[in-house]
């Protein structure tokens, strides 16, 4: 399949198709029908590297997901500087979160444009031709689940392993919206159902998508954002089969050198899933942050010793922290318009090791020291006899520090955020101020704290 068409070229063809704000501020088709949109092969087709074009927008996947995530974990790691000028993101920092707060806006408003947009696309399968029909399906179901997981993991209360988990979610919109009328305003699904849904996408997904497609979404990678979603529930049998499906695909490698993996132009082989940044009309919102202004960044972030200290001498992975500007750093976010490594092979072994020493023998792939060891000594430390919970959940802290995963892991492992405990409201994105105004069916449906 040829996928080298460029990103922005397609714009006329799916603005049209996301230009409602999503139900918040209804605008009328402009130039062409959706009927005409959707109708041929190439431009269904371009309409889904149009979601790609969308997901990659700094509010979401070009950073700011990641970010909004270390800076909600933040307590005696890591310090947001500048509330003065960008007080917002401050509030992640210090749990004060408003209901129209612009960060959660955006991430909202851009979550539900790309929901939009592949929902469209799965509405006009039927015009995209037979042998390339299962690949367009299974990346659109892939963009559909990674949204809407991220979506349920901010937007509500942690899933509950055992539990009925009828807490509010998200709203399900599984159709495209065209146009506005009563039967779009939709309140919150379920956490279950949301949960339910996010892994039948990835089922299908698994089963309809390549193993080799360059940037895009692949085989690998709705197994791994399974094995992630499994994790998340707690579900730990059927995390550990999802890594173990990635691991032995043999499509991805542990790279030799922990530094390499980061600031790169184009995914390693370690990479499993990334947001390519198109140079010059995407950047790297997590270098903006985390950066200096030596590499295009505003250095809002800086690192604190209290994270610093969590690693071992030796550790080769504390050699990425670098002193800039004044401050302590951290060097995975170095490029403007690098790579935002969303999904890594280290995090499959993690996962694997963490589930098989949960669940015991008979071991999926590995023994979890294994795993443990492989990620461990890559880092430069010498291989463990034995691994305990807690060594590999400190190891996979260190592995995957300042990628986005930390208040997601002190959720299911049930810890605090300082003072704050695992399922405190103030963890919990506000549904947006604008959307409980538009839409009457959430208007009784805001988070604890934000009414």
Not at 36 to 57: H, P, Q, R
Not at 105 to 126: G, H, K, P
Not at 148 to 153: A, E, K, Q, S
């Amino acid at each position: 399949m040829n996928r080298s068409i460029i990103l922005t070229t397609v714009l006329p063809l799916f603005m049209l198709l996301t230009g409602c704000d999503w139900l918040l501020e209804p605008e009328p088709s402009q130039s062409v029908s959706e009927q005409v949109a959707l109708s041929t092969d190439a431009n269904v087709k371009s309409i889904l590297n149009g979601a790609y074009s969308l997901f990659n927008e700094p509010g979401i996947y070009g950073g700011n997901i990641l970010r909004n995530a270390e800076l909600l974990a933040g307590n005696g790691e890591l310090l947001w500087v500048n509330e003065e000028t960008y007080y917002e993101p401050f509030e992640f920092f210090t749990k004060t979160i408003s209901a129209d707060n612009s960060e959660v806006f955006t991430q909202w408003r851009e979550s539900y444009r790309v929901i939009n947009t592949v929902n469209n696309v799965l509405s006009a399968l039927d015009v995209v031709k037979k042998a390339d029909r299962g690949w367009v399906e299974g990346e659109a179901l892939f963009l559909r689940a990674l949204i809407y997981f991220d979506l349920v993991r901010f937007f509500a209360l942690p899933y509950e392993p055992g539990a009925l988990n009828n807490q509010y979610g998200v709203p399900l919109i599984l159709k495209p919206i065209r146009e506005i009328s009563d039967e779009v305003y939709t309140g919150r699904n379920t956490v279950e159902e949301v949960y339910n849904q996010i892994i039948k996408d990835l089922v299908a997904a698994a089963e309809r998508l390549p193993d080799d497609n360059w940037i895009f979404a692949t085989r690998g990678a709705a197994n791994a954002l399974l094995a992630r979603v499994y994790l998340q529930k707690g579900d730990y049998d059927n995390a550990r089969k999802a890594a173990d499906a990635v691991i032995s695909s043999g499509k991805y490698n542990l790279l030799p050198v922990y530094a390499s993996i980061f600031n790169q132009y184009e995914p390693t082989k370690e990479d499993i899933f990334v947001a390519k940044i198109s140079y010059p009309t995407e950047y790297n919102a997590m270098t903006v942050s985390f950066s200096t202004s030596s590499f295009g960044g505003n250095g809002f972030i800086e690192i604190l010793d209290g994270h610093l200290n969590i690693y071992p001498k030796e550790d080769k992975r504390a050699e990425l922290f670098y002193t800039g500007d004044g401050a302590l750093r951290c060097g995975k976010w170095n490029n403007l318009y690098g790579c935002v490594n969303l999904i890594r092979l280290a995090e499959m072994f993690l996962i694997r090791a963490e589930c098989n020493l949960r669940l015991g023998p008979p071991y999926v792939g590995a023994s979890p020291v294994d795993d443990y060891n492989a990620v461990h000594t890559r880092a430069g430390l010498p291989a463990a006899g034995s691994v305990s919970l807690d060594e590999l959940i400190l190891e996979r802290r260190r592995e995957l520090a300042f990628e986005g995963h930390r208040i997601h892991d002190v959720k299911r492992l049930k810890q605090n955020i300082g003072p704050w405990n695992y399922k405190n409201p103030k963890l919990v994105f506000p549904i947006p101020a604008r959307e409980i105004l538009n839409n009457p069916a959430l208007q009784s449906q805001q988070n604890e704290g934000y009414r």
